[in-house]
């Protein structure tokens, strides 16, 4: 077992250097995308390889759901079980929800007697008080991410999408609630409000349990942040994208890791 | 009917010397976002699809995987516990890989017939597909028996020597 855990330790540390492998596949599976009078709907919150299957629970504690007035909007029932997190979204009013998970973190990696070790938290002062003395090869990464999935009611707006401007985020060209089989969809991605030009962008049906091969694929994006994605058929799609730079917010961070993490559901027209 | 005691004494005087059994298998390079190495488990089947010998695994010590190699699981895997029957040993990298299965005692046990050597490889975040190669037990002949998957497995080559 022991080299089993320090094979994974030093996928985690590459992890963190390649912006393109990811670990584990995070999301938001909304009961309800699109509906035609208010309602509230159900959202399971998981970690899983099975894509919509729950496997892992993650908290809900930075939870951050925006109604189409751009104030939060109602919840209830938040509720972290074993192998999922479910929660309640109140849609009272006519227009777009956007349900997020905005993470942001740091890694500390350092060597304690020629042990690779890690260390993460919030606050990188707190973090690197943290790190043992005689630490060696000390060294600090920034992590932001989003985890995200819409909802509406009746025709989507789009007051409750408008990007915070920090990290790696999604602007919808069209509509992330108007999305049809065979058709195309733009999104333009940006980070920290600028273009993501040449974003390597994943998308991954759901269903992965009961096929032989994942049917993904990759679309990368303009210099615009663009990205056109055609649906190859109505349903559920993961998409997750990653991109790293140096826009780091503390100065012994080496490295800032940027994620976005997005359920889509394409309906039948 | 009457030539049966003479292989029967021919197969007693070759007793001694064991048939060859070698299975080499291709593990495809593979460019996607997420790379894990496959599992991959071998066994031997008869033409009902029932495990006349389980042959043997790879894989990284996680049992939570051991599911995804679906056939293998249904068929053997599900009712045993480690240390799993036949040779088991650590995944592996990219590239061609030769594994002599000829002294486990279940091919020494195996009877003589018609069977199938089955491959099946899983992929963490990735594919899984399952290769098959017919043979005749005890071997003939000399010979080289090759099957191609597409996409998790390539080259699959069963050697076998009387």
């Known amino acids: 077992m022991k080299p089993v855990s320090l094979a994974a330790a030093a996928v985690s540390a590459l992890l963190l250097l390649s912006p393109a492998a990811q670990a584990h596949k995070r999301w938001l599976l909304p009961t309800h995308t699109v509906v035609s009078e208010a309602q509230w709907i159900s959202v399971d919150a998981s970690v899983s390889n099975d894509i919509f299957y729950p496997d892992r629970a993650y ?39 956007r349900i997020a998970l905005p993470g942001h973190f740091f890694l500390a990696f350092f060597e304690q007697d020629g042990e690779r070790k890690r260390l993460f938290g919030e606050d990188a002062e707190a973090l690197l008080k943290k ?18 999935t819409f909802a509406s009611v009746g025709a989507p707006d789009t007051a409750a999408l408008k990007p915070t401007g920090k990290g790696l985020e999604l602007v919808p060209v069209t509509h ?15 980070v920290d409000g600028k273009p993501a ?21 990759t679309v990368t994006s303009d210099d615009n942040g663009e990205v056109a994605i055609e649906w190859p058929h109505a349903g559920r799609f993961f998409l997750e994208a990653e991109a790293s730079d140096q826009n ?21 027209l | 009917m009457r030539l049966i005691p003479i292989v029967m004494l021919s197969a007693l005087a070759f007793a001694a010397e064991a048939a060859q059994f070698q ?11 997420e790379y894990h190495a496959p ?29 995804d190699l679906r056939q ?35 091919m020494a046990e195996l009877p003589a017939g018609d069977y199938q050597l089955v491959v099946e490889a899983a992929r963490e975040v990735g594919g899984r597909e399952v290769v098959r190669i017919p043979f005749q037990w005890p071997p003939a002949s000399a010979q080289q028996l090759r099957a191609e998957g597409t996409e998790e497995l390539h080259d699959v080559t069963l050697t076998l020597t009387p």
Do not use: C
Request: charged residues 30%; glycine residues 6%.
């Open chain 2, 72 to 106: 293998w699981w249904r068929r053997t895997g599900r009712s045993q516990s480690a240390p799993y029957d036949g040779l088991t040993g650590a995944t592996r990298s990219p590239g061609k890989h030769s594994v002599d299965f000829s002294e486990l005692p279940a």
């Open chain 1, 197 to 217: 030009a040449g974003l390597e962008v994943h998308l991954l049906p759901a269903g992965t349990r009961y096929r032989d091969a994942q049917q993904d694929w």
């Open chain 1, 176 to 190: 992330p609630n108007d999305l049809y089989s065979g058709e195309t969809a733009r999104f333009r991605f940006v």
């Open chain 1, 59 to 97: 908290s809900l504690e930075r939870l951050q759901v925006t109604g189409p007035d751009g104030k939060a909007a109602e919840t209830d029932h938040l509720l972290e079980m074993h192998r999922r997190s479910v929660f309640d979204v109140n849609l009272a009013a006519t227009g777009s929800y």
């Open chain 2, 39 to 67: 599992y991959v488990a071998f066994w031997i089947e008869t033409p009902e699809n029932t495990v006349a010998a389980p042959l043997g695994l790879w894989y990284d010590d996680q049992e939570k995987w051991l599911k």
């Open chain 1, 248 to 268: 780091v917010s503390h100065k012994q961070a080496e490295r800032r890791r940027l994620e976005y993490l997005g359920t889509f559901e394409v309906l039948p």
């Open chain 1, 131 to 148: 790190v043992p003395k005689g630490a060696d090869k000390v060294r600090l990464l920034e992590s932001v991410s989003r985890i995200e």
């Open chain 2, 23 to 33: 299975v080499e298998v291709e593990v495809p390079r593979l460019r996607v976002a």
